[in-house]
């Protein structure tokens, strides 16, 4: 069967035209298409896509069609660019329609993989009708890096989104609408990424230029500005990150109402900001009123649900046990004031971590300093197995490590 199935792949990828009984004919169980990927993958990148396709027939049927009717298109125009340029020019903008159809599609069943691979063919096919560094290819780009980030490849958004940037700053100048836009993405990669630093310059950058062309109380800007208080959240800029928040939270409500997901979106980053703060019933309070929305919205699986849950379950955390905020902060003073209270030093906490465990992980070398002191254990690892040790070293904390090596 696997041999079968992969002939019929590399028979429709010598430019061969397809059509829907071929791949009706295809075995559609999840394990044979499993059993053949590797083969197909190697020999036919573009019989890899439409095979992608017809595994999900069932569920969205006339997508192959559709699909199929794009590959040939293209594989049409592509004969037809010495004889008939015009010609040739007119389909390809065809397809581009048909892949803009199909990545809506896609997106809207949640298949961010097909639609990745549908942007990607369309970029293809936009820098053989265009020319590499067309503002149109640059367009795509960007969509193209915003399925890399649903998809998880994080790094890839980067480099086709730097790309995209670099393109719309030579066409339109530094200060365009298109160079915002893409800044602001590939300042979310950035930060998905671990360099906080990095997305905070990228947003700082388009949010000028987004109240100079939306103004200031536009949703775009509040966008801008969730992402923006999270990122100097993350770096320690608690008061900034707060007056970033609060403003974005007031433009969602003010638009959306007080039950939007963007609302969630900046009651979450409020939530960990209070916490990062020491004010942790504030916290809860605000991720209590986030988590209600992304239920009500997304089901209790979503991503988002699920980060604000954790979010919350944190903040529990930091409420039940104060050593754990107290280290988390590097809050040297409330440590010692509750360690000399008979607070435990080598409690375990979420996911069997110690207070030495999360004053390492956020870089606090004088908590770490004072709960070694203490007496904790150096060697008392989480559930997942990992050690303060390993966890600075995760996380770059050079001093802490130092600290726990001598």
């Not at 295809?26 to 992608?52: D, E, G, K, Q, Y």
């Not at 602001?184 to 109240?211: C, F, H, S, V, W």
């Not at 536009?218 to 707060?242: I, P």
């Not at 900001?273 to 992304?294: F, N, P, Q, S, T």
Request: charged content about 25%.
């Amino acid at each position: 069967m696997r041999a079968h199935l992969v002939r019929r792949l590399v028979h429709a990828r010598r430019g061969q035209h397809l059509n829907r009984s071929a791949l009706a004919a295809m075995p559609s169980s999840a394990s044979a298409w499993h059993v053949a990927t590797p083969w197909v993958n190697a020999r036919a990148p573009l019989a890899t896509n439409l095979a992608a396709a017809a595994s999900c027939r069932r569920a969205f049927s006339t997508d192959i069609d559709a699909r199929i009717a794009a590959e040939n298109k293209s594989l049409q125009a592509r004969d037809m660019e010495k004889s008939d340029p015009d010609g040739a020019m007119a389909l390809y903008r065809e397809v581009l329609k048909d892949y803009a159809k199909l990545r809506d599609a896609y997106v809207g069943l949640g298949d961010y993989a097909n639609a990745r691979d549908v942007l990607e063919r369309a970029v293809a096919i936009e820098e053989r009708a265009y020319g590499r560094d067309h503002p149109t290819v640059a367009l795509t780009l960007t969509t193209l890096g915003c399925a890399y980030v649903d998809s998880g490849d994080h790094a890839k958004a980067r480099e086709v989104m730097v790309r995209a940037l670099a393109i719309f700053e030579r066409e339109f100048g530094r200060d365009s609408t298109f160079v915002a836009t893409t800044l602001t993405n590939l300042g979310i990669a950035y930060g998905y990424l671990g360099d906080q630093a990095k997305k905070r310059d990228m947003l700082e950058r388009a949010l000028p230029i987004q109240e100079r062309e939306y103004g200031r109380d536009s949703t775009q800007v509040a966008t801008t500005l969730t992402n923006l208080g999270n990122a100097h959240s993350q770096l320690g800029d608690h008061a900034k990150a707060q007056h970033m928040l609060e403003r974005a939270l007031a433009i969602f409500e003010r638009e959306y109402g007080r039950n939007h997901t963007n609302v969630a979106r900046a009651l979450n980053g409020l939530g960990c900001m209070y916490g990062a703060l020491g004010d942790h019933a504030k916290a809860r309070e605000v991720l209590v009123r986030a988590l209600a929305i992304d239920e009500q919205a997304h089901g209790p699986d979503h991503p988002s649900t699920k980060q604000t849950k954790e979010n919350l379950a944190n903040v529990q955390a930091d409420l039940e046990f104060p050593l754990r905020a107290a280290a988390k902060r590097g809050d040297v003073d409330a440590m010692t004031q509750l360690l000399d209270e008979g607070a435990k030093v080598n409690v375990t906490i979420q996911n069997g971590q110690t207070p030495l465990y999360i004053a390492c992980e956020q870089g606090q070398i004088d908590a770490a300093r004072l709960l070694l002191d203490k007496g904790a254990e150096i060697d008392r690892a989480n559930e997942q197995g990992a050690t303060p040790l390993l966890v600075t070293c995760a996380y770059g904390h050079v001093d802490a490590a130092r600290l726990l090596l001598e």
